[in-house]
């Protein structure tokens, strides 16, 4: 996401390299890039015009440190203004009552019943809460089924009722059971509407009122840019909602919508589809977005992501296999798989400051650890419990059965002894110089 717009950003910066102070001129020429690279990602002209203006009256207005390369400080002060362009701090999702209520509304087409399923799964798994979904898109043909299928999936109760043809009854019910079954949310899927239709636009004012949402969220997809940001402005118009929720970021190279969503209809954006599995939910941060942008990675969200996928108990019993030198090819393949579950790879890749730069033209198919799976596989038992018994026999019946080269074998036995080595080292007293090989290795990897 946004790769065309941190480009962009990164050549308009590289003006002032060598430059020894800010001046007007240097300034003038990198704002006029940045500029560019904002009307480029969709972002509005006023809104592009009225934030270079603002870098520009910071930067001018700073006493720069002789310590400080005006290039760095002009990076930062980008970054604090693009944090601010998208709404400075992250805004939670307001969860009182009981039981909450969520409104869920937007055009057809622009994930509304997906992000519902998402939203179910992250509140039960990540806030412990117990949510119910409301089908009350009475008009898409199969709407109803598609939601009964994601929120199995998810593990989420589902309530809908076919014969009942009034969107409005079907939502006041939907509340009624969740009160009757104990469930804490109620998460309302309705039909996708145009602002223009008057009689669509009634209808879900009409089921905002009947049920009084402690929250309503409009969805809207990322990908439509600036039409994204215009559709948003004529919904809130109509329902006065409460957040946004862009879908499909992952697919956005431009980021116009998200940049230009805030100042717009000055509603915040609460979150962001990453992906098309119903794990792919983010709470949208501003200032992380802004590091991502400009390069800087996300480590933060990245250990969330972590955390999230590993247990401290496994974590600590891995340690020790690791301090004992038993650290082996079943250990190996756990890893890889709780790594799968964090998300998209090359949107993990992107997290990690200065990795998604310099591997921006590399592909990262979310099946890069396919092969590696595959030899695995293909060991024995004792294999992967033991890896020093892999001789040449037995790696070139691994290579067969695997469908690979032995030269492949070759190359994941040395990788998977290479990083065993390293986190021995890590574990025990070496880990500094450990760090230092692992950065040495980087450029290679």
Not at 258 to 276: C, D, Q, R, Y
Not at 348 to 361: E, F, Y
């Amino acid at each position: 996401m946004f790769e065309n717009l941190s480009d962009k950003f990164d050549r308009a910066f590289k003006i002032l390299k060598g430059h020894g102070s800010i001046t007007e001129i240097n300034v003038a020429e990198t704002l006029k890039e940045v500029r560019r690279a904002l009307i480029d990602a969709d972002v509005n002209y006023k809104i592009a015009k009225d934030f270079t203006e603002r870098v520009k009256l910071k930067a001018l207005g700073e006493n720069v440190l002789s310590a400080v390369e005006p290039g760095q400080l002009m990076i930062k002060i980008t970054r604090d203004e693009l944090a601010e362009l998208m709404g400075s701090t992250n805004a939670e999702i307001n969860l009182s009552g009981n039981p909450s209520i969520i409104l869920i509304a937007g055009l057809q087409g622009s994930g509304k019943t997906t992000f519902s399923a998402k939203l179910a799964s992250y509140l039960k798994t990540r806030k412990n809460k117990k949510p119910l979904l409301v089908a009350c898109d009475i008009y898409r043909p199969a709407a109803i089924d598609q939601l009964h299928v994601v929120g199995e999936q998810v593990g989420v109760d589902v309530y809908s009722d076919k014969e009942n043809k009034d969107a409005v009854s079907l939502a006041q019910k939907g509340v009624a059971q969740a009160k009757a079954n104990g469930n804490d949310v109620v998460i309302i899927d309705t039909a996708g509407r145009l602002h223009v239709d008057e009689k669509m636009m009634a209808e879900i004012s009409a089921i905002k009122k009947s049920i009084n949402p402690t929250e309503s969220l409009f969805v809207v997809d990322a990908m439509t840019g600036q039409d994204a940001v215009n559709t948003a402005k004529a919904f809130n118009e109509q329902i006065n909602y409460d957040g946004v929720v862009l879908t499909k970021l992952d697919g956005d190279s431009r980021g116009g919508a998200a940049l230009s969503i805030k100042s717009i209809v000055n509603k915040p954006l609460k979150f962001i589809g990453t992906g098309e599995k119903l794990d792919a939910i983010d709470v949208f941060h501003p200032d992380r977005m802004a590091d991502r942008i400009l390069g800087m990675g996300d480590v933060v969200s990245l250990v969330e992501r972590a955390q999230q996928q590993f247990d401290e108990e496994e974590a600590r019993k891995m340690q020790k296999k690791i301090a004992k030198n038993q650290f082996n090819f079943d250990d190996f393949l756990k890893q890889i798989q709780q790594v799968k579950k964090m998300g998209n790879l090359k949107d993990l890749v992107g997290m990690i400051p200065g990795a998604g730069k310099a591997l921006k033209d590399v592909e990262i198919d979310d099946d890069a650890f396919k092969s590696i799976e595959i030899i695995i596989g293909s060991m024995t038992k004792e294999e992967r419990a033991y890896p020093p018994i892999i001789n040449g026999a037995r790696r070139k019946r691994i290579a067969a059965g695997s469908g690979t080269t032995v030269e492949d074998v070759n190359k994941l036995i040395k990788q998977f002894n290479d990083m065993s080595k390293m986190m021995k080292m890590m574990t025990g007293g070496g880990g500094r110089a450990a760090m230092q090989r692992m950065k040495g290795m980087m450029p290679n990897m």
